[in-house]
């Protein structure tokens, strides 16, 4: 699915990542830990993601950063691209259909997003706690 915009790291999300990621992280617990993402309501660049399905250009949209700036031609997409960057989402999708799972790190990632919106805060102000680590993948930051 990624196209060739830069990742953008979580130290820079906004209510756009994670707002997408609050939707991904109901429909991974309503259909068994599997999230895939209904079209219709994800902002779409017809630029990059117009064969994903909605019929509405999100592209006057840009995603928002927390530290007020835009990434303009950033849609939903590529919140999705940067979290699956990110170690938080892993793509078990195919070429046709989009599906993601939480890994063990998204999960406790989504969790602490879960716990911050519900004492009343709002997503633009969400970081994720230092408390909680990344798991390195056997052979990644050992130089193998």
């Not at 835009?70 to 691209?81: K, P, R, S």
């Not at 993601?100 to 709002?122: C, D, I, P, Q, W």
Request: with cysteine.
């Amino acid at each position: 699915m990624s196209d060739n915009l830069a990742t953008i790291q979580p130290e820079l999300w906004g209510k756009d990542h994670w707002s997408v990621l609050a939707y991904l992280e109901t429909l991974a617990v309503d259909y068994e830990g599997f999230a895939k993402p209904d079209a219709r309501r994800m902002t779409t660049n017809h630029a990059t993601h117009a064969h994903l399905g909605n019929p509405l250009d999100g592209a006057k949209y840009p995603t928002r950063l927390n530290d007020g700036t835009v990434a303009q031609g950033h849609d939903d997409y590529d919140c999705i691209d940067d979290a699956v960057d990110a170690g938080i989402l892993e793509d078990i999708g195919t070429g046709f259909t989009l599906c993601f799972k939480f890994t063990k790190y998204g999960t406790a990632v989504v969790f602490a997003l879960r716990e911050h919106k519900m004492s009343g805060k709002n997503f633009g102000d969400f970081k994720i706690p230092d408390g909680i680590k990344k798991e390195v993948k056997h052979g990644e930051g050992t130089g193998n």
